[in-house]
């Protein structure tokens, strides 16, 4: 398993925009398809966005399609979650995944063995 640590979360107002990163402890990402999921108070987490490193494709969940972009850095050693015109509805703690075979399987949540700490993002009205 991928050891990973996100950073970058914090309070923004709707309509601004964050950056969250997710590095992988001492190693890179590849061979490892990589996962955005988040959860709110009272709900379940769910999936955010996602990337294929076999086919470079990405996918995105329907609330944040045209808004969150992930990417992943040339050394693949860290992945990004570019989170524009942030809401209030965006608001939860947003954790970072890894697995070799998450693609197939996304978007659910098992789909992905690694896992990050979260961290939180709050979108004030």
């Known amino acids: 398993q991928v050891q990973l640590v996100e950073s970058g979360g914090g309070l923004v107002q709707a309509g601004g925009s964050l950056r969250l990163s997710c590095a992988a402890s001492?190693?890179?990402?590849?061979?490892?398809?990589m996962g955005w999921f988040r959860q709110a108070p009272g709900k379940d987490r769910e999936f955010v966005a996602a990337m294929s490193w076999r086919l470079g494709y990405t996918r995105y969940a329907d609330s944040v399609k045209g808004r969150f972009t992930i990417s992943i850095d040339n050394a693949k050693t860290t992945v990004y979650l570019q989170m524009n015109s942030l809401k209030p509805e965006d608001t939860a703690v947003y954790y970072c995944a890894a697995d070799p075979n998450g693609w197939v399987r996304v978007p659910r949540v098992d789909a992905f063995g690694s896992w990050g700490q979260g961290t939180q993002v709050t979108v004030s009205s």
């Open positions: 001492g190693r890179t990402f590849s061979r490892n398809d």
